[in-house]
């Protein structure tokens, strides 16, 4: 019951947790004396990097997300939520605060939160929700700081895999933002219902190309979408047919239903032959997933082969 409780598949699993709260990221260091006691100290660090003058906002690394919190004092209930809200975002964000007359120029009508995305394009937004609520304060800076479509790399590859959700994955040459734009909007759009069924995440096709190969892809090909089923993967159509409504829907749909699965194995369904087209045997199958093997090897730990033994 614990092992389900808090996904523990493997041996040994070493998890955080903060104010009652399982951490996300679980530790994947050494198992030295040295490396533990090494994380615990980061851990212990201050995640919230004080501004003593505001014009140091305007040296901020775009390319992040980041979280400003202006407050009156900080021996206050307001500091103390937003203070434990970025001790376990710390990862996803960058946080910083700022105090007094330093901060008096953004607080309007008292203390103040607010999210810059990345870009120096994008506009500010402002939390509006209640400080002292812990519950509300997390969820909206969590919605900000964790973004919708994801990028896999070899480093969160395995940390990903244990989600065990299906992969949604764009492909793309990693100058090519529009594409990637593109995706996240049709995400948005057509799959914020699926955030719990699928992992929607973006991929270097130059870092990725053997699972590009694998479907039988290049990098000149780029931009591909593909879903790793964690047993097949299986290949969208032209990408520009993300901007269909509902075509990207319907491909995440036809996973679920098992539809994929069984058109590659057996060709179209009937539904889906218009009348008097001839139906032919198609006997092919699906390449099998790529990014399954990114999660934990059966070597690296001891697996739980029968809960029972439990």
Known sequence: DIAQRYRISKYPTLKLFRNGMMMKREYRGQRSVKALADYIRQQKSDPIQ???DLAEITTLDRS????????????????????????????DCTFLSAFGDVSKPERYSGDNIIYKPPGHSAPDMVYLGTMTNFDVTYNWIQDKCVPLVREITFENGEELTEEGLPFLILFHMKEDTESLEIFQNEVARQLISEKGTINFLHADCDKFRHPLLHIQKTPADCPVIAIDSFRHMYVFGDFKDVLIPGKLKQFVFDLHSGKLHREFHHGPDPTDIAPGEQVQDVASSPPESSFQKLAPSEYRYTLLRDRDEL
Do not use: M, P
Request: avoid cysteine; charged fraction near 40%; aromatic fraction near 12%.
């Open 50 to 52: 004080e501004i003593r």
């Open 64 to 91: 992040k997300r980041s979280i400003i919190g202006y407050f009156e004092q900080k021996d206050s209930d307001n500091y103390r939520v937003f203070e434990r809200v970025a001790n376990i975002l710390h990862d």
